[in-house]
C-alpha cells in the first residue's frame, strides 16, 4: 500500500529574523548596565555570553524569529502551540479540504505494521469523505481526522522563548517529531546568533 506521506518530509524553514540581532541584543542589555562605553568590534559575543550565565535573559526578548514547519502532524503541533509567547498561524481543517490528506507515520513504528498503519488512514480518509458526501460541513467532518494528519504552521517568537522551548523540546525525552523540528530551528538560529543558541 503507498504511504501519503512517503514524499512529504518535515521541512522547516525560516521566514524571518530580527536584522543584526546580536547587536539589538547587546544594545539592550547595556542599556540596564548603562555600560555603552564598553561596545567594540567583538564585543556582543562575550557580553551576551556573560548575560546567559547570570540568567539576564530579558535583552534577549528585543530578537525574534519566524519559521514555517510544513508536513507536520497535528500531534506535534498541539504541542508546539502549548508555548503560549510565540505568535500562531496553522492550516485550519475547518477550511482546508482534507479529501486526501496526508499523514505522518510514526519513526518508531515497525517496518513490518506500516502497511497496516497506512491501511488504517486509508480507512479515516473514508470516513472523511463518507462525512462530507451526506453533507457535513468541513468542520464537523474532521472530528474523525486521526492526529497523523498533515498540518503547516507559522511560528514566531523572541530569542528567550526559542531558548526555553529548545531547551524542553530538544531533550532526549520529548517526543521524537517535536525534537526533529525543533532540532532543526535550533540548528539555524545557530546559525544566525551562535552566541544566543550555542549553550543549548
Known amino acids: 500500500m503507498e504511504k501519503q506521506s512517503s514524499s512529504k518530509k518535515l521541512k522547516v524553514e525560516l521566514i524571518a529574523i530580527t536584522p543584526d540581532a546580536e547587536n539589538v541584543i547587546e544594545q539592550a542589555g547595556r542599556t540596564c548596565y548603562l555600560s555603552f562605553d564598553k561596545i567594540g568590534a567583538n564585543s556582543q559575543e562575550e557580553f551576551i555570553q556573560r548575560l546567559l550565565k547570570m540568567g539576564h535573559e530579558t ?3 528585543h530578537a525574534y524569529a519566524t519559521f514555517r514547519i510544513k508536513n507536520c502532524s497535528r500531534a506535534m503541533t498541539h504541542q508546539l502551540v502549548r508555548h503560549r509567547l510565540m ?17 505522518v507515520v510514526p519513526e518508531t ?21 463518507k462525512w462530507r458526501s451526506r453533507g457535513l460541513k468541513k468542520e464537523d467532518a474532521r472530528f474523525v481526522l486521526p492526529n497523523a494528519c498533515t498540518s503547516e504552521i507559522v ?11 529548545f531547551k524542553l523540546r ?16 535550533l540548528e539555524i538560529l545557530r546559525k544566525h546568533s551562535k552566541a544566543c543558541f550555542e549553550d543549548i
Not at 492550516?91 to 486526501?100: D, F, K, L
Not at 511560528?155 to 522551548?165: L, M, P, T
Open 109 to 129: 513504528m515497525p517496518d513490518e505494521f506500516v502497511d497496516d498503519f497506512c491501511g488504517d488512514m486509508k480507512i479515516i480518509q473514508d470516513m472523511y469523505d
Open 59 to 61: 535583552p534577549l526578548e
Open 87 to 103: 505568535a500562531v498561524s496553522q492550516q485550519s481543517q475547518r477550511y482546508v479540504n482534507e479529501n486526501q490528506f496526508c499523514y
Open 155 to 165: 511560528v514566531s517568537a523572541d530569542f528567550r522563548e526559542w531558548r526555553h522551548i
Open 170 to 185: 530538544t531533550s532526549p525525552k520529548a517526543q521524537w517529531e517535536i525534537r526533529n523540528a525543533c532540532s532543526a530551528m
